[in-house]
């Protein structure tokens, strides 16, 4: 980090600065130019909040030459994270596919799909059993009792579970999940990334409606600085001023955050555009930027779905683009699951 002193900053203000960053155990190195003195600072920067320094009365300007985001940064952690989930792994350069429901609506319908999802290439069983609405009139989730019927599916099918978790209060029906989803609603939900940061599953984070790619960087380090270091990051599209899409797939926030980052990355190309019409391309484009899991939204029948019905794909539609997956995955010689 660097810090850019006014040109008439007063003697007694850089000490008084100086003593601030002493106490935060940073090194100082002061260099004087011509026309500007600047201090470097040497040292973990990452506990030091740059609009604070803003405050004291001799500071120019603040720029970060490190970034902030420490556990999940690939600078510090060259290898790709492999995290287990059930008989497999995710990030050992395999492609997981994770399908289901948006909701777990009754057990008739999560296990009818989940047997259409195995049968057509599926590695992975995904559930909303809370689910984050925007209206508190819709349908919130059959809540512990979708977790019980996810289990049952898991049971019958043998895939893994994905299902999202609203509140840290929670926490304890999540004991047999296979993967906790944080939802793109909750990812500044820092307590309840603390918490999840202190249990040991693998957490599947969603990038927020609105957010930038250090502050879903900087979300992972919530969880992982409190020990859980199994987490995946998942691109799910963000909010543009477009309309034709429900939002905006950033597919290139796939190879940059392999990039900046040793975690797993995961695209949904389901809430990234709304429209089943855009699954195919999209998930094929997720592959070629090398994403390490797809999530994608199944039901057994999306007309009489309580949510997202619009964007979920009929089993044969799956079916379907499975058989392009394989397709291209043999092309770039990964094997799915
Ligand atoms: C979901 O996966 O069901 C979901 C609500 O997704 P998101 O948080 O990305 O909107
Ligand atoms: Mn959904």
């Known amino acids: 980090m660097i810090i850019i002193l006014k040109n008439n900053a007063k003697e007694k203000s ?50 970060r030459v490190q970034e902030p985001y420490k556990n999940s940064n690939r600078k510090f952690h060259p290898d790709n994270t492999v995290i287990s ?67 049952k599916a898991k049971a019958e099918t043998g895939l893994p579970i994905v299902t999202e978790i609203m509140s840290q209060s929670d926490i304890d029906l999540f004991t047999d999940v296979d993967v906790i989803q944080v939802g793109a609603r909750n990812m500044q939900n820092f307590e309840l990334l603390k918490s999840l940061g202190r249990c040991n599953k693998p957490i599947l984070l969603k990038r927020g409606l609105a957010n930038t790619l250090e502050e879903l960087l900087m979300s992972a380090e919530y969880i992982m600085s409190e020990g859980n270091m199994n987490v995946i990051l998942c691109e799910r599209g963000i909010r543009t001023f477009e309309t034709m899409t429900r939002n905006t797939f950033d597919v290139s926030a ?36 090398g994403t390490d899991a797809l999530e994608i939204e ?3 029948d999306p007309r009489s779905a309580l949510s997202d019905g619009g964007q979920q794909l009929t089993p044969a539609m799956f079916s379907d683009i499975m058989e392009k997956i394989r397709g291209l995955c043999n092309y770039f010689g990964r094997k799915i699951g």
């Open 14 to 63: 850089i000490v008084k600065l100086e003593e601030l960053l002493q106490a935060k155990h940073i090194k100082t190195n002061h260099i004087q130019g011509i026309n500007q003195n600047i201090i470097g600072l040497i040292g973990d920067t990452s506990c030091i909040d740059m609009d604070n320094l803003y405050a004291q009365d001799c500071v120019e300007s603040v720029k």
């Open 85 to 151: 989930i059930g008989n497999t792994k995710i990030g050992d350069g395999s492609l997981q596919i994770i399908a289901g429901p948006c909701s777990v609506e009754s057990e008739e319908q999560i296990i009818t799909t989940a047997i259409a999802c195995k049968q057509a290439g599926a590695t992975m069983l995904r559930g909303g059993a809370f689910k984050p609405r925007t209206s508190p009139y819709s349908f919130q989730g059959l809540k512990d009792e979708g977790i019980k019927l996810l289990l």
């Open 254 to 289: 796939i190879p940059l955050l392999k990039e900046k980052s040793h975690l797993p990355i995961c695209a949904d190309p389901s809430h990234a555009t709304g429209k089943t019409s855009l699954i195919e391309s999209m998930s094929l484009a997720a592959i070629a930027a």
């Open 298 to 300: 199944v039901h057994n």
